[in-house]
Nanobody, 115 residues
Framework: QVQLVESGGGLVQAGGSLRLSCTAS????????MGWYRRAPGKQRELVATMTGGVRSNYADSVKGRFTISRDFAKNSVYLQMNALKPEDTAVYYC?????????WGQGTQVTVSS
C-alpha cells in the first residue's frame, strides 16, 4: 500500500503561481508513475501531468508551457509548479501513484484561481 499526502494548494490571482507537493509513504519502492489529476466543480477528473521514472513526462494540452512536473526520488515526492494560472485551473488537485498492484490516490488539495 502507498499513502499519499498533497499540499501547496490555496487561493491565487490569475497570472500567479503555486507549487503543489505530494509525498508518498509505505511501499514506495513499487511506485512507477506519479502524477497529478484535477477535478473542477461539475466536471470529471482529468489528467494534468504524469512522470514515469525521472524523465518521461506527459502533460494535458491545457497546461503545456505553464505547468512543470518533477520528482525527487530521495524524498519520494512529486511536485507540480504551476505558472500563469487561469480561473479555469480552479479544481481539487490529486496525486495518484501507479504500482504493479494498482493506483493509489491522495486526499487532494484545493487550488482556487480568482479573476
Amino acid at each position: 500500500q502507498v499513502q499519499l499526502v498533497e499540499s501547496g494548494g490555496g487561493l491565487v490571482q490569475a497570472g500567479g503561481s503555486l507549487r503543489l507537493s505530494c509525498t508518498a509513504s509505505g511501499s514506495v519502492f513499487s511506485v512507477t508513475t506519479m502524477g497529478w489529476y484535477r477535478r473542477a466543480p461539475g466536471k470529471q477528473r482529468e489528467l494534468v501531468a504524469t512522470m514515469t521514472g525521472g524523465v518521461r513526462s506527459n502533460y494535458a494540452d491545457s497546461v503545456k508551457g505553464r505547468f512543470t512536473i518533477s520528482r525527487d526520488f530521495a524524498k519520494n515526492s512529486v511536485y507540480l509548479q504551476m505558472n500563469a494560472l487561469k480561473p479555469e485551473d480552479t479544481a481539487v488537485y490529486y496525486c495518484p501513484s501507479e504500482t504493479p498492484g494498482g493506483r493509489y490516490w491522495g486526499q487532494g488539495t484545493q487550488v482556487t484561481v480568482s479573476s
